[in-house]
Every structure is written in structure tokens, then in C-alpha cells.
T-cell receptor, first 111, second 114 residues
Framework: DTGVSQNPRHKITKRGQNVTFRCDPI?????LYWYRQTLGQGPEFLTY????????KSRLLSDRFSAERPKGSFSTLEIQRTEQGDSAMYLC???FGIGYTFGSGTRLTVV | AQKVTQAQTEISVVEKEDVTLDCVYE???????LFWYKQPPSGELVFLIR??????QNEISGRYSWNFQKSTSSFNFTITASQVVDSAVYFC???????????FGDGTTLTVKP
């Protein structure tokens, strides 16, 4: 197991298109988190799962954002009708207990 | 609500100097955890250290040390004898007693010059 894997690493999309990102956590980790990071800022919490249950969602997660974690394994984050303001690094992390292991992130650019 | 403040936006030092990164936090939780992460230019956040709210013992781990003071809500991080490879953005973060989401500061960009 080589850590948390995120795909794709980079995504360029046109405004209005839908995009989907995938995160594969460390296999024995039961919690999975999504964060968004814009330039010059710290990561901002979006949502997290314990196994397959989505336990908390940030107000940042508008109706255009949806996240799933079927069967408590990998997770997907979908953004519908992308806007330029969605351009950011999307980080996934997993944990078993306190403390995260982060993936390398997916950098989204909306043009 | 939780808040983490890193007042230093950028720090520049010359190699082998010691450098301290400041972090001040706010939380109403009685149990919480504090972290420092490093984000090099490659982008991946790397865990450095963790401290829980019941343990104010300060420790040294290699070139890293930290000073946790509940009385002033501060969790400062020191790199001794800095190296060029320490150049990165450093984030302080807080997890409350629900052990769920983390609240991050906005980071301190450390540049170590040769």
C-alpha cells in the first residue's frame, strides 16, 4: 500500500462542464476526507466519510458538489456545472483514528 | 467555531539558522489535537507532528521541536539548523473532539537560502 491515491492529478475543463475526481484511501483507514485549497490559503474542509456514511458536509459544498464513498472504499467527488471559482486543488485524506494521510491532490482549472 | 491563525505569512532564513513558526488557535472543545504539516512545492501535505490537548510536554524530534502552551493557546514549531530542503509552506491545524474535520491556518512560507 503506497498511500492515498488521487486521480487525475490535473484537470482542465471548460466552464459549465461536469468533472469527477477519484480518491483511493489507505486500505485499512475507515475515514476519508475531502478538502479544497486555493492559492495562498490553507485547506478548507468539504466533507468526510466514516466507512460509507457521509458524516459531515461543509457549507462550502454547494448543491453542485456531491461526494460518494460506495462500500466504504474509494470515494468520488463530482462538481456539476463548473465555475471559474471552482479552480483549486482538491485534496483527499484518510485516517484510522487521529491524524491524516493526504494524497497529492487533483488540481482543477476551469477556463 | 474553531480558528487557527498563523500570523507569519513568509519567513526567510539562511541555512543553519534556527527558525520558529508561530500558531495560535481558538476552540471551545476541551479535547483537541494540534498538528503541523509541511507542503513542499510538489504539493503533497506531509504530517510532521501531533500533540493532544492533555499533553503539554514539549519535545524534540531530530531537528524539529515544538512548544505547546494551553495558557496562551499557542503551538509553535521550531526547526533547528535549517536546511534548503526545509523550504516549504508549513500549516498548523486543529482537530476538535469529534475527531472529524480539521481547521487549518493559512500557512507560513519558509524559504531557506544557501
Amino acid at each position: 500500500d503506497t498511500g492515498v491515491s488521487q486521480n487525475p492529478r490535473h484537470k482542465i475543463t471548460k466552464r459549465g462542464q461536469n468533472v469527477t475526481f477519484r480518491c483511493d484511501p489507505i486500505s485499512e483507514h475507515n475515514r476519508l476526507y475531502w478538502y479544497r485549497q486555493t492559492l495562498g490559503q490553507g485547506p478548507e474542509f468539504l466533507t468526510y466519510f466514516q466507512n460509507e456514511a457521509q458524516l459531515e458536509k461543509s457549507r462550502l459544498l454547494s448543491d453542485r458538489f456531491s461526494a460518494e464513498r460506495p462500500k466504504g472504499s474509494f470515494s468520488t467527488l463530482e462538481i456539476q456545472r463548473t465555475e471559474q471559482g471552482d479552480s483549486a486543488m482538491y485534496l483527499c485524506a484518510s485516517s484510522f483514528g487521529i491524524g491524516y494521510t493526504f494524497g497529492s491532490g487533483t488540481r482543477l482549472t476551469v477556463v | 467555531a474553531q480558528k487557527v491563525t498563523q500570523a507569519q505569512t513568509e519567513i526567510s532564513v539562511v541555512e543553519k539558522e534556527d527558525v520558529t513558526l508561530d500558531c495560535v488557535y481558538e476552540t471551545r472543545d476541551t479535547t483537541y489535537y494540534l498538528f503541523w504539516y509541511k507542503q513542499p512545492p510538489s504539493g503533497e501535505l506531509v504530517f510532521l507532528i501531533r500533540r493532544n490537548s492533555f499533553d503539554e510536554q514539549n519535545e524534540i524530534s531530530g531537528r524539529y521541536s515544538w512548544n505547546f502552551q494551553k495558557s496562551t493557546s499557542s503551538f509553535n514549531f521550531t526547526i533547528t539548523a535549517s536546511q534548503v530542503v526545509d523550504s516549504a509552506v508549513y500549516f498548523c491545524a486543529l482537530i476538535g473532539d469529534n475527531a472529524g474535520k480539521s481547521t487549518f491556518g493559512d500557512g507560513t512560507t519558509l524559504t531557506v537560502k544557501p
